[in-house]
């Protein structure tokens, strides 16, 4: 199969319905995705001598070439390309460039040839001149910043760092995501004596995996013995030894809640997560009344 005024310079997938090739058209890039059809005429005769090639769809232009490509399942996937270029798949198949918070994660303006890691490693690229980055999200995906941060700060420091607020969130999980985590985080703060690293709480909905190293959730936020369970989870982010460490604080099981979950026990679309934080002092401690509602 030849697509005609396209160069193609990386290919990557998992599955037939989740093949993409990446390149150049024009004065930009192009992103294509076989469409798993045909397959089921892929019989060995037609595969041996490679006359069957299935079919394939333009799913996604830009500005900036593409270079090469990378993942680890069809909901994680990397793309790099010209002037420090990098996109992530996000939940609504479309690919973005991925976000930091204030700042976090600039790399470079060098064209980048070539990429490869996962949100548990960190995101490594490397492309013209030498250049080498690492893109470090949260071990637990990609944090989008709220509009209203620089505004909160400000509000924070005028009550004397105590503050009263609600955050919300709704997230459609996927009904092909077995295992992760997904929900909001908030008081997310570059820790003073290491601003690369960030500390801060969440809450999630959870749902582990039996096995160790089965669904690249970090151990630390897995509550014994729920292996298999959709849970609501309120977990920390803090910095030990000079690295991001993670554990979990608090848990609901609302497996059976069936108003909560879809038949493959995950989370039904749209489930809604709603925080509300109040900073208070008792005893001259300062402490943080967190409720959950879901």
């Not at 599955?15 to 024009?26: A, C, L, P, T």
């Not at 929900?183 to 909905?205: C, M, N, Q, T």
């Not at 554990?247 to 026990?265: G, H, P, V």
Request: proline share 4%; net charge negative.
């Amino acid at each position: 199969m030849i697509i005609k005024d396209t160069q193609f310079t990386g290919v990557w997938g998992s599955d037939w319905e989740n093949i993409y090739v990446v390149g150049r058209k024009g004065l930009g890039g192009v992103i294509y995705q076989h469409t798993g059809e045909n397959q089921k005429d892929c019989d060995k005769t037609k595969c041996a001598d490679n006359t069957w090639q299935g079919g394939w769809e333009e799913i996604q232009t830009c500005e900036k070439g593409l270079n090469a490509i990378c993942g680890n399942g069809p909901h994680e996937v990397y793309i790099a390309g010209d002037e420090g270029l990098v996109l992530y798949k996000d939940n609504q198949d479309k690919f973005n460039p991925v976000p930091f918070p204030d700042g976090v994660g600039e790399g470079t303006m060098e064209d980048l040839n070539a990429i490869w890691g996962s949100v548990a490693t960190g995101i490594y690229a490397a492309g013209e001149k030498g250049t080498l980055i690492k893109i470090q999200p949260t071990s637990l995906g990609h944090v989008l910043p709220l509009a209203k941060n620089a505004e909160l700060a400000e509000k924070w420091g005028d009550t004397n760092q105590y503050l009263n607020y609600s955050i919300q969130v709704k997230q459609l999980w996927g009904d092909a995501l077995e295992y992760g985590v997904s929900g909001i985080s908030f008081r997310w703060h570059r820790v003073e004596k290491d601003p690369d690293l960030h500390a801060g709480y969440g809450i999630s909905f959870i749902r582990y995996a039996p096995q160790s190293g089965m669904d690249m959730i970090p151990e630390g936020l897995k509550p014994p013995q729920r292996a298999g369970r959709l849970l609501v989870l309120l977990w920390e982010q803090y910095v030990q030894d000079g690295e991001e460490t993670q554990r979990w604080l608090a848990y609901k099981d609302i497996t059976e809640d069936e108003r909560m979950i879809k038949s493959n026990t995950t989370p039904t679309d749209l489930a809604t997560l709603v925080v509300t934080v109040h900073e208070k002092s008792i005893n001259a401690h300062k402490i943080n009344d967190i409720c959950v509602y879901h």
